[in-house]
Nanobody
Framework: QVQLMESGGGLVQPGGSLRLSCVAS????????MNWYRQAPGKEREMVAH????????NYVDSVKGRFTISRDDAKNTVYLQMNSLKPDDTAVYYC???????????WGQGTQVTVSS
């Protein structure tokens, strides 16, 4: 059974930092492209960051470029999202997503809440 378990969310003041982690089990992690999505109240879910296998390529939504960094540790089956200079607009539930396009596999975590507020 595939599981993606996010952690690291919480309440932080504007300008602060958080690091989200997502630990995967039940799959061959190194074969999967990993994504972080977020969904704010009343808004559609959007992809925040993306990292391909072996960390070869990364990509970010424009609103987080220069502030967020995605990384992965295949030995630990873990993907991270380092979030710096957080803004109130970053408030959302953040979801971890694992994709293996060739096999049409797509898995989601339960999400972790990030709230940026003074």
């Amino acid at each position: 059974q595939v599981q993606l378990m996010e952690s690291g969310g919480g309440l932080v003041q504007p300008g602060g930092s958080l690091r989200l982690s997502c630990v995967a089990s039940g799959l061959t992690f190194r074969d999967y492209t990993m994504n972080w999505y977020r969904q704010a109240p009343g808004k559609e879910r959007e992809m925040v960051a993306h990292i391909t296998t072996f960390g070869k390529n990364t990509n970010y939504v424009d609103s987080v470029k220069g502030r967020f960094t995605i990384s992965r540790d295949d030995a630990k089956n873990t993907v991270y999202l380092q979030m710096n200079s957080l803004k109130p607009d970053d408030t959302a539930v953040y979801y971890c997503n694992a994709v293996f396009i060739v096999l049409n596999k797509n898995y989601w975590g339960q999400g972790t809440q990030v709230t940026v507020s003074s």
